[in-house]
């Protein structure tokens, strides 16, 4: 392992009450940004893991100024794990920024370093490899989802044409990121139901979409006791065909079976 690999997963280990927050308290995407930059800027070890998480943090509020970092990171790092993720995200803001060459050309450099190891960095080669250009009102939409800005990702959905949603797997996106907009919302009653369009227009697409969207149903009917829909669903996730992040759906689905067949 080279010594910049050890110093990666010592970063992880320093910055675990924050990646506590993500897991357990996710969407917490201002803190996050005030805690990255205090690192870089204060902390006496250096590391670089501080940069790829600040970008990322800073693309959540489509801050295109997060490739500044995300390269920094991409240019320094000596070890192969996130390299392609990095880049890949350097991509999305030229595509945020309406700059569709520039998205294309970064793409190029996903497959010249990094590894696969990762779900994230997986999908980025995939997504190389095949030069899929993704739509910018879902990728936006995406992005302010994960930072938390939950308000701002609905608006950006609703605003795209019904016209421009003209494959199967957009509309399957597009149903997921509502459900799960209104799920972090607390309002169930709307989630199952785009969950459930997802996971009807998508569940034999090698998208990850309705996979999740069948993960999520399952926490929702397991919050709510009804243990037997909710088996059904996560079982139902782990049917999906594969997809990226399969590993990490199947993995939190098997847990859940687990919960609720107790």
Request: aromatic share 12%; glycine share 4%.
């Amino acid at each position: 392992l080279h010594e910049d690999e050890n110093m990666f997963s010592i970063s992880k280990r320093i910055n675990n009450s924050l990646n506590y927050s993500f897991i357990s308290r996710p969407y917490k995407n201002e803190e996050a940004i005030r805690y990255f930059t205090y690192n870089i800027f204060n902390n006496k070890s250096f590391i670089l893991y501080n940069y790829y998480m600040l970008g990322m943090c800073q693309l959540n509020k489509l801050n295109t100024d997060a490739r500044y970092n995300l390269k920094y990171f991409s240019d320094h790092f000596k070890g192969v794990n996130y390299l392609k993720d990095a880049r890949h995200r350097i991509a999305w803001c030229a595509l945020i920024n309406g700059d569709q060459t520039a998205y294309l050309d970064n793409l190029i450099s996903i497959l010249k370093h990094g590894n696969t190891l990762s779900d994230s960095d997986k999908s980025a080669q995939k997504i190389a490899e095949r030069k899929i250009i993704p739509h910018a009102g879902l990728l936006k939409a995406r992005l302010l989802m994960d930072g938390g800005y939950l308000t701002d990702a609905m608006f950006v959905l609703n605003s795209i044409p019904s016209k421009e949603l003209s494959t199967t797997a957009m509309q399957t996106e597009y149903s997921y990121r509502k459900g799960r907009i209104f799920h972090l919302q607390g309002k169930h009653d709307e989630a199952i139901l785009q969950y459930m369009m997802s996971i009807e227009k998508g569940k034999n697409l090698n998208e990850y979409f309705a996979a999740y969207a069948a993960m999520e149903l399952g926490t929702i009917y397991e919050g709510k006791k009804e243990y037997t829909k909710a088996a059904t669903y996560y079982r139902m996730s782990l049917n999906m065909p594969e997809s990226d992040f399969k590993n990490s759906i199947d993995i939190r689905s098997k847990a859940g079976l687990q919960r609720v067949s107790k």
